[in-house]
């Protein structure tokens, strides 16, 4: 089945201590991305890879670093996380035609 | 920096009535898609269609867009309480700067 993992799904965390949230796709997309959803906002662009070892900055990459080392995964690593990142996370994969987007299930990340 | 802007940004509508949803956008596309997202869920791709179409149909869905007037609407037909959702569009530049509203909340009462 085509999808796109998560971990972890829920994630309670203090200010300042490190943590990452894995993504991976079994669908051999080139592109990734990952979102943050907060009320009222919509979803906003942290970070994309268009290819392996090829990563940029989206609307709000401030906090956050990305890596690509292998093509099916995506990790988002927040090296000291703060309150202002209390937010739901989603991470995606596009095809190449017709370029719809698959959405992770999200992350729910608060930081106290 | 959000692209879309959907409206209305809630609708409360009974079974069986049709859902119309707008999105009105600012820049150039190579294409426009709606997603559906359940409460605290992933989203869903619906539909996509591309800056030279005009309009599209999927099943109970039906899309058009007017690139001179930079706004999309998405219409469901005979909607059902599971329709109920946030409806979301999101503009693609090209290369894949896909840009999202903040969503219309739609609610269908049995």
């Known amino acids: 089945e085509a999808q796109v993992t998560q971990n972890p799904r829920y994630l309670i965390t203090v200010t300042g201590k490190k943590l990452t949230v894995t993504c991976s796709q079994n669908?051999?997309?080139?592109?990734m991305s990952w979102y943050r959803q907060d009320p009222g906002l919509g979803l906003r662009q942290i970070y994309y890879s268009m290819n392996v070892e090829v990563t940029d900055k989206g609307d709000v990459p401030e906090g956050y670093k990305v890596s690509r080392k292998e093509k099916r995964n995506f990790p988002l690593i927040l090296e000291s996380p703060s309150p202002n990142q209390t937010s739901l996370y989603f991470c995606a994969s596009t095809g190449t035609t017709p370029y719809e987007q698959y959405f992770g299930p999200g992350t729910r990340l608060t930081v106290t | 920096s959000q692209q879309g802007e959907e409206d209305p940004q809630a609708l409360s509508i009974q079974e069986g009535e049709n859902a119309t949803m707008n999105c009105s956008y600012k820049?150039?596309?190579?294409?426009l898609q709606w997603y559906r997202q359940n409460s605290g869920r992933g989203l869903v791709h619906l539909i996509l269609?591309?800056?030279?179409?005009r309009e599209k149909h999927s099943g109970r869905l039906r899309v058009t867009l007017d690139t001179s007037k930079k706004s999309s609407s998405l219409l469901i037909t005979a909607s059902r309480a599971a329709d109920t959702a946030s409806y979301f569009c999101?503009?693609?530049?090209?290369?894949?700067?896909?840009?999202f509203g903040a969503g219309t909340r739609l609610t269908v009462k049995p």
């Open positions: 269609i591309r800056s030279n179409e």
């Open positions: 999101a503009t693609d530049a090209g290369n894949n700067d896909m840009r």
């Open positions: 820049t150039s596309i190579n294409n």
């Open positions: 669908m051999n997309h080139e592109y």
